[in-house]
Structures are given as C-alpha cells and as structure tokens.
C-alpha cells in the first residue's frame, strides 16, 4: 500500500503570509503512463473536501492562482501566498496512481 | 453543475448490514469512475472502494475489503455502498465522490451521509 506522509500537522499563518505543505509518499506515484496521480484537497470546517491540485501542479477549475503544487516522485508541495481567511481548514495530499490514500492532513490556522 | 446526494445513513448495530445510495446529476455519469471515501468523526480521510464507468471492476481497501460492496446502476444514475457486518471502526461520515479517468480521483465530492455502528 502507498502511505502519505504530511507535515507539518499544523500550521499557523498570518493573513497575507505564505505557507508550505510537505507531502511524501512511500513510493513513486509516477504511474505506467507516464502521469503523477498527485492531488491536494482542501476541507475547510463543516464541508466536504473539495479538490484544489491535480497531477502536482494542475489548479482544478475555479482555483486562484494563489494555490500552486510542485514536486515528483516521492516528494510534493503545496503552496498558498497572500492567505486569505477563506483559506483556512485542514488540507489533504491523495494519491491516485495504486489505488488511493490520503495524507493524515494539515490543519491550516490563524496566528 | 456536478451534484451528488448521499442518502441512507443512520445508526446501525454491530454486526448488523446498511445500504448507502448516491444520485448523481449535472455530468454524464456513465463516462466516470465513482468512489466512496469515509471521514470517522475528528480524524482524516480514508479511501473505502473505486468502480469503474462500465461497473465491470471494483477495488477496495483491506480494511473494507469482503464486507463492502460498491456498485452502481447508470440507467438511474445512482452509486451504492453494501456494507455487511459493520463494525465501531466503520462508523463516519461516508462520502460519495467523482472520478475524473485519467486526470484525478475525487474530482467532486458530495455533502456526505453519517454512518454511526453502535449497539
């Protein structure tokens, strides 16, 4: 089984700051066809999650330009500049290259 | 607009069977793998079974692997979750999900459905 790893588990930010999330897999997520099954999703209190990032770098429709994700193999990050108060809940990395599994999330909160 | 409504959650005795059922609306739902992912109260998510477009494969994790059963019927557009000798560790929030082939998992999500295993 693939195992995500996230850190950090928390995260406090100020409103117009930026922050780094960290995810890593137990093994390469570069499928046989050449993609990389590598998304964030972001669940912000009393919703369902909600797709930010696919294949490391794509932003999903209606994503600001503020979200952007990075990485291959093993190793991926998602980025927020200017955060902005809407930004705030726990995001998740999931992996759709063996299966699926998620990260054990990061909670996102104000300074 | 992608729309997807999960209903038939409750509370259910150990050992003891529930079907979940999820409408789906607004795509053409016969082109799209569909999944269903869990949430236990006050922890992360977890992936629970995958079906193809067709519904001629399925896949699942071990942990719910030989008590779930996911299937799907597209003349009605509908995707359900068979779950059999439910445990405490089953109970959560169980949502239904799109999957985009060849793009993503869990495009969209819907509002969920809350699944409680207590005697």
């Known amino acids: 089984d693939v195992v995500m790893t996230q850190t950090p588990v928390s995260l406090s930010v100020s409103l117009g700051g930026q922050v780094s999330i960290s995810c890593r897999s137990s093994q390469s997520l570069v499928h046989n066809n050449g993609n990389t099954y590598l998304s964030w999703y972001l669940q912000k209190p009393g919703q369902s999650p909600q797709l930010l990032i696919y294949k490391v770098s794509n932003r999903f429709s209606g994503i600001s330009d503020r979200f952007s994700g990075s990485g291959s193999g093993t190793d991926f990050t998602l980025k927020i500049s200017r955060v902005e108060p809407d930004d705030l809940g726990v995001y998740y990395c999931?992996?759709?290259?063996?299966?699926?599994?998620f990260g054990g999330g990061t909670k996102l909160e104000l300074k | 607009e992608v729309q997807l409504v999960e209903t038939g959650g409750g509370l259910v005795q150990p050992g003891r069977s529930l079907k979940l059922s999820c409408v789906a609306s607004g795509f053409t739902f016969n082109n799209y793998w569909m999944s269903w992912t869990r949430q236990a109260p006050g922890k992360g998510l977890e992936w629970v079974a995958s079906?193809?477009?067709?519904?001629?494969?399925?896949y699942y994790p071990d942990s719910v692997k030989g008590r779930f059963t996911i299937s799907r019927d597209n003349a009605q557009n509908t995707l359900y979750l068979q779950m059999n000798s439910l445990r405490s560790e089953d109970t959560a929030t169980y949502y239904c999900?799109?999957?985009?082939?060849?793009?993503?998992?869990?495009?969209?999500w819907g509002q969920g459905v809350m699944v409680t295993v207590s005697s």
């Open positions: 079906i193809t477009n067709s519904g001629g494969s399925t």
């Open positions: 999900t799109r999957d985009y082939p060849g793009i993503t998992p869990f495009d969209y």
């Open positions: 999931g992996q759709g290259t063996q299966y699926r599994t």
